[in-house]
């Protein structure tokens, strides 16, 4: 009975660990790298053409680069990083909205609700 409380508590934490990992993983990207990935995603699950792909990518970009601007000029300062978070992802939205056929935008506002 012993071995299988360890051998459980052993799964538990090592599956722990793993998923702490991989969200890690995200974080460590460089800026480029998050862009592409964003892009890649976004273009895949709303089936964007190159233009569009192309203009989602600068919007991504301006966007990631905002938050690592916030996140230097926030420091120790939660409530302000997160209104500054709050509202570069409003403008993301708009830009992203904006080149969007209706079809990819009822699949956009599906992926947003997932999200929340």
């Known amino acids: 009975m012993k071995t299988v409380k360890l051998t459980v508590l052993a799964l538990f934490m090592m599956l722990t ?3 702490c990992a991989q969200e890690s993983e ?3 990207l460089s800026t480029e790298e998050k862009v592409k990935v964003e892009t890649s995603e976004l273009s895949q699950k ?3 053409t190159p233009a569009q792909e192309k ?3 600068s919007a991504i970009f301006q966007r990631v680069k905002q938050q690592e601007t ?3 000029t926030f420091k120790g300062n939660k409530e302000g990083l997160k209104e500054a978070h709050k509202t570069s992802n ?3 939205e708009k830009s992203i ?3 969007l056929t209706a079809d990819q935008l009822m699949k956009y506002e ?3 609700a997932k999200k929340l």
Do not use: H, P, V, Y
């Open 17 to 19: 660990n793993l998923m």
């Open 26 to 28: 995200l974080k460590k």
């Open 46 to 48: 709303l089936g964007l």
């Open 55 to 57: 203009t989602a990518g």
């Open 70 to 72: 916030d996140k230097e």
């Open 90 to 92: 409003q403008t993301f």
């Open 97 to 99: 909205k904006s080149i």
């Open 110 to 112: 599906q992926m947003l």
